[in-house]
């Protein structure tokens, strides 16, 4: 793999977020994965590129979902949450993230 194949200041901007929920716990016991809210426009590579240079734990596997908003009412309004891409990132056996104390 060639080193320094992507930006670094994009990849400080793929990850947006780690989701931190009941099902997210579970499949990170279950399965060794982590949940992100991801940019919209980012790829597979960049988020696992991003996660390996943000928290130093080695990737096996990315798979993503793009989650359409709901529609919502306001009032007499109508509107629409935000559209956003989910990331499912499947770190190596062995490897662990904890985001509870990033005392690591």
Sequence with gaps: MT???????????VLVAPIVSEKATRIAD????????????ATKPEIKA??????????????TVNQLGK???FGRMIGRRDHVKKAYVC????????F?????
């Design 71 to 73: 529609t919502k009412r």
């Design 30 to 41: 279950k399965h060794n994965q982590v949940l992100f809210k991801v940019l919209r426009s």
């Design 91 to 98: 770190l190596k056996p062995g490897q662990e993230l904890n």
């Design 3 to 13: 080193p320094k194949k992507h930006d670094e200041g994009r990849l400080a901007q």
């Design 100 to 104: 509870s104390g990033e005392a690591a």
């Design 50 to 63: 991003a996660v390996e240079l943000m928290f130093k734990v080695e990737v096996a596997s990315v798979q």
